[in-house]
């Protein structure tokens, strides 16, 4: 089994930043992509930024030149910087990673979601 715990969450000012993290563990032989979606109260969860492997970047154009996403491969986690945030921002942030466990198997796995508020 794989699990992604993710931290980092809380209140922020509109213009303020928060790092979110997202740290995998258990039976992992491969982490392919790693990536960070959002779900705003009443919207559907949306794609905020992903990374492949080898550190290639895509992001929702919403956040670019905003938020940026790295990885550190070591340590099986990845980063959400964000910044100049702006309370549309505000939603449940959940981190997701496609695994080949170290039976074969190739699985998304989700974490359990952090809050960003942001908010005067």
């Known amino acids: 089994q794989v699990q992604l715990v993710e931290s980092g969450g809380g209140l922020v000012q509109p213009g303020g930043s928060l790092r979110l993290s997202c740290a995998a563990s258990g039976s992992i032989f491969s982490i392919y992509a790693m990536g960070w979606y959002r779900q705003a109260p009443g919207k559907q969860r949306e794609l905020v930024a992903a990374i492949t492997s080898d550190g290639s970047t895509n992001y929702a154009d919403s956040v670019k030149g905003r938020f940026t996403i790295s990885r550190d491969n070591a340590k099986n986690t990845v980063y959400l910087q964000m910044s100049s945030l702006k309370p549309e921002d505000t939603a449940v942030y959940y981190c997701?990673?496609?695994?080949?466990?170290?039976?074969?198997?190739?699985?998304?796995?989700w974490g359990q979601g952090t809050q960003v508020t942001v908010s005067s």
């Open positions: 997701n990673a496609d695994v080949r466990n170290n039976d074969g198997d190739f699985n998304s796995y």
